[in-house]
């Protein structure tokens, strides 16, 4: 899967899929639990939402890893965990590669810029991987996560939206 093999740095930040990094089992899941916190996962399917302890941390650490690919965002000078992005690969149509994200940023590190430039990171490396488009979904409700989508490019699919999400899509070819 292409998707495993996605890493970048940005300016502030340095993105890798989480098993790449050497971090024990035991780590990512203390990492996952500081940031996922009820406040970053109130907007998320009901079954994300909530506190997050060792255990259930590990467990959806676990459930990522049967979806997809997750990304492990960690702050370029301190190296603490400070984000997760979640990526799920599918073929579009004799159209080539499309990739729905997911992304979650520690409170933290909110308001500083950092949703933005983990977007435009991920973007650039689509574009030397070949994939043609982008797609994300936000709750309707996360004004800050729509404006990361559409400062870098989304626009919302029309038709494809429900009373509680948005979808966006970036097309890159």
């Known amino acids: 899967m292409l998707c495993k093999s ?57 459930e990522r890893d049967q979806e997809g690919a997750t990304l492990l965002v960690l702050d370029g000078v301190s190296k603490a965990p400070i984000g997760l992005m979640v990526l799920f690969e599918s073929e579009e149509e004799g159209d080539g590669r499309c990739i729905r994200i997911g992304y979650l940023l520690a409170e933290s590190a909110w308001g500083r810029g950092y949703g933005s430039e983990l977007l435009k990171g991920f973007i650039d490396w689509c574009r030397t991987v070949d994939i043609s488009s982008v797609i994300g979904g936000v709750a309707r409700e996360n004004s800050a ?27 890159l070819r």
């Open 6 to 62: 996605c890493s970048f740095n940005t300016d502030r930040l340095i993105v890798e899929e989480w098993h790449a990094l050497s971090v024990s089992e035991l780590h990512m899941a203390q990492a996952v639990a500081t940031i996922l916190t009820p406040r970053v996962t109130r907007s998320l399917p009901e079954g994300w939402q909530g506190e997050y302890s060792a255990d259930r941390a590990s467990m959806w650490v676990a």
């Open 145 to 171: 996560s729509r404006r990361v989508l559409e400062k870098n490019g989304f626009s919302v699919l029309p038709g494809v939206q429900d009373q509680q999400e948005l979808v966006y899509e970036l097309r």
